[in-house]
């Protein structure tokens, strides 16, 4: 009987994991980038322990990437970036989408922000997460604008009338950066991504137009990439770790969530910032939403 009363017990707990809000409906997460890579490379540690549980989430790419190429270009790449991001979002166990909108020239233009405002309607997000407005590419700065001029209107039932307002707004989140003005990034929650640090450059790889040669190009690092598509992933793995090494604010927000003990063995985290628009969750409410954070 003892057995039979945890097996509930068990069961429930899995259920609550899954369908932890209040209204007893499971979480939706949808994140928000410029480009084919960017929800990606920023989120797609904490996207991967969410698929995991089961919950649905979702990376929508703002441009279509036609322009991150040093040979190739227009359709023909948008169209190659399209097959890159369906792939990768198979490997993250997300729904991946790309608009239509041209990489390098992205505006805030209402006809976006409309474009932005029917995704996270459509998606019934609970958690949006996008870049912060301070970043060096225009496109960045301006997804960040697109997404905070949607973050009241979601709600708004006259604004973009054909498709249903949110209930509710959700909560705004901000991927980590490291831009210093005027404010720097705050690491309000801390997602230890070191389990899955191996499925995350895995699926990342599957961006080979930009992983193994637009990168590189730009960067001035072509030269090292090998040639065969067992060696690149190694190769990537080193190349991009450092991008989720952990800095001293990092490891102070994981101790906060996860206690001291589980923060020193962490080696790779993906942190977010909470945005001053939208829902504002308390503690509570945040280890519901991200039920991966330790207690
Ligand atoms: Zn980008």
């Known amino acids: 009987m003892r057995k039979f009363v945890s097996v509930i017990i068990i069961f429930l707990f899995s259920v609550l994991t899954v369908f932890s809000q209040d209204n007893g409906q499971p979480v939706r997460i949808i994140m928000i980038g410029a480009h084919p890579d960017d929800c990606d490379l920023d989120g797609g540690g904490t996207a991967l322990l969410f698929a995991s549980m089961g919950y649905a989430v979702k990376f929508v790419s703002v441009t279509n990437g036609d322009a991150g190429h040093q040979s190739e270009g227009g359709g023909a790449l948008a169209k190659r970036r399209m097959a890159e ?34 995704e996270i309607r459509n998606w019934h997000a609970d958690v949006v997460i996008a870049p912060r407005p301070n970043d060096y590419h225009p496109d960045h700065r301006y997804t960040a604008v697109l997404v905070q001029d949607a973050a009241y209107l979601v709600a708004v039932p006259n604004v973009a009338p054909d498709t249903s307002p949110l209930q509710k707004n959700p909560v705004f989140l901000y991927f980590q950066d490291n831009f210093q003005r005027p404010n720097p990034f705050r690491p309000d ?7 899955v640090f191996d499925k995350k450059v895995n699926a990342i790889s599957a961006h080979q137009s930009q992983m193994f040669e637009w990168l590189p190009w730009i960067g001035g690092y072509a030269a090292e990439v090998p040639a065969s598509s067992s060696d ?15 800095n001293p604010e990092v490891e102070k927000s994981l101790e906060k969530w996860y206690g001291k003990e589980h923060a020193s063995k962490a080696k790779f985290a993906e942190a977010f910032e909470i945005c001053e628009y ?14 991966m954070l330790g207690k």
């Open 85 to 118: 991001a369906k792939e990768a979002g198979k490997r993250f166990g997300v729904e991946y989408v790309v608009l239509d909108n041209h990489d390098g020239e992205l505006t805030p233009s209402l006809e976006i922000r409309h474009q932005i405002i029917r």
């Open 189 to 195: 929650i801390a997602v230890d991504i070191t389990e």
């Open 232 to 246: 690149r992933v190694a190769w990537l793995s080193k190349r991009v770790s450092s991008l989720w090494t952990i």
């Open 278 to 291: 939208g829902s504002r969750p308390d503690e509570n409410k945040i280890r519901l939403l991200f039920p």
